[in-house]
Nanobody, 128 residues
């Protein structure tokens, strides 16, 4: 599966951005999708995940209430709407697709999925 993340860029604190993750897989709806981020000098961390149908979501506490994960299976694309951005949200954001069912996917519990496919990342820079 090829994943193309886009939508990153510079933004002021308090602003919003929407990231997109386009997948080449036609069975996109069968995959759990997740977003992770990695700030300079830090480990990659979980941000959000969404089930194949889009009915179930999971968020990191640090973004809950500010970020919204969604997907459009007709377009094989997932999204991460980010609002009320903070300087600590500055990071490279990566999307991932895991073929496991939601209940068996590490993404559903906010964990790294070693067998997932990953996109190349898109940089979000929040200035205060």
């Amino acid at each position: 599966v090829q994943l193309q993340a886009s939508g990153g860029g510079p933004v002021q604190a308090g602003g919003s951005l929407r990231l997109s993750c386009a997948a080449s897989r036609r069975t996109f709806s069968h995959y759990v999708m997740g977003w992770f981020r990695q700030a300079p000098g830090k480990e990659r961390e979980f941000v959000a995940a969404i089930s194949g149908t889009g009915h179930i979501t999971k968020y990191a506490d640090s973004v809950k209430g500010r970020f919204t994960i969604s997907r459009d299976n007709t377009k094989n694309t997932g999204y991460l709407q980010m609002t009320s951005l903070k300087s600590e949200d500055t990071a490279v954001y990566y999307c991932a697709l895991d073929s496991s069912h939601w209940v068996r996917s590490p993404l559903s519990s906010g964990n790294y999925a070693p067998r997932a496919d990953w996109g190349q990342g898109t940089l979000v820079t929040v200035s205060s």
